[in-house]
């Protein structure tokens, strides 16, 4: 059945339906035979029965059913069926769903292509907003739905539009979808559009659960600032480093990334390095000629931060001799 893996059965609808705006809910019916009834349709809704979908509202069952406050119209927007969605309409569902863009919304985030087009073609606005103010395009992006995407973005979605956490540019690379960030690149979202924190797509693309350098990659390709600080100060290399991640604090480094650039501590990539025992990281901060006197704004230098850790740790003893070898003073 079409939508995200991780949404399943009822779960999925309520779940997904919870992230938009409040739909219409019809009062419980006292009439036992409405109720009835109310529930086969719901249950052939569900199992996509079309037939008995049809017999149902041919016999006059409510087209706006409902069971446990979810609407008939919605559970099939989690199916993503369009003629149940056309069944529904044609004998009269509440469209305040369509019209408001929860309907829209719901089929994105279920990542039904097929529903978004049939909503569009009723109307629905492409650049409707949730609660959050995250539009469709959003949705799919975190998903990496492209063809879901190239039709949002053909009816007019905007590219840049900005939710409470960032672009749909930012989300796609904070899931690591490299594939929605070059589309999203190639309609001209903007390569460094900020997050709630400050934070750009290639910051979040490294700090991203699954990083790969082939989202960083994208970015920097269009320009993206190898060097762009976050609420805090800190650059992508420094978020690698923290995250001891070091084939992406090296492939920063072999693109150019500043290797001295400072927090709003004052601390350096290197400095965390030694803190956190990252001997690798260390090594290649060293290689790119790291300062190893910088100070922070304490005072402190990254041997003084290896050194702390230095009798307890083999990793931090093994920082402090690489930096006693390039140089650093005690």
């Not at 929605?180 to 190639?186: D, G, K, M, R």
Request: aromatic share 2%; net charge neutral; glycine share 10%.
């Amino acid at each position: 059945m079409p939508g995200m893996q991780s949404m399943i059965g009822l779960l999925a609808v309520t779940s997904a339906i919870a992230l938009v705006l409040p739909g219409p809910v019809r009062a419980a019916a006292p009439d036992p035979n409405r109720s009835a009834s109310d529930a086969a349709l719901i249950r052939a809704v569900r199992r996509v029965d079309v037939a008995r979908v049809k017999a149902l509202l041919d016999a006059g069952a409510d087209p706006d059913a409902q069971q446990e406050g979810i609407i008939a119209f919605d559970y099939a927007l989690w199916t993503g069926d369009t003629r149940l969605l056309q069944l529904l309409l044609d004998k009269g569902a509440d469209t305040t769903s369509i019209k408001n863009g929860r309907a829209l919304l719901s089929a994105a985030a279920f990542g039904n292509t097929a529903a978004v087009r049939f909503l569009l073609e009723q109307g629905a606005d492409v650049n409707a907003r949730d609660t959050a103010g995250a539009t469709a395009l959003m949705m799919a992006a975190e998903q990496g739905r492209l063809d879901l995407m190239r039709l949002l973005l053909e009816r007019g979605a905007k590219v840049d539009a900005r939710g409470e956490i960032g672009t749909a540019l930012w989300g796609a690379a904070n899931n690591v979808q490299a594939a929605a960030v070059q589309l999203l690149l190639e309609k001209g979202a903007d390569v460094d559009a900020r997050g709630v924190e400050g934070e750009t797509p290639l910051f979040v693309s490294v700090r991203a659960r699954l990083a790969d350098t082939d989202t960083m990659h994208r970015l920097l390709g269009r320009g993206a600032d190898i060097d762009a600080r976050d609420g805090q100060g800190r650059t992508p290399l420094m978020m690698a480093v923290r995250l001891r991640r070091s084939p992406v604090t090296e492939f920063l480094l072999e693109r150019g990334a500043d290797v001295d650039a400072r927090d709003e501590q004052g601390a350096t990539a290197l400095m965390g390095a030694a803190r956190g025992g990252d001997v690798e990281s260390v090594r290649l901060l060293l290689e790119k000629g790291a300062d190893v006197a910088a100070r922070d704004g304490k005072g402190r230098t990254a041997l003084a931060e290896a050194g702390a850790h230095a009798e307890r740790s083999r990793r931090h003893a093994a920082i402090v001799a690489l930096l006693l070898k390039a140089g650093a003073k005690e």
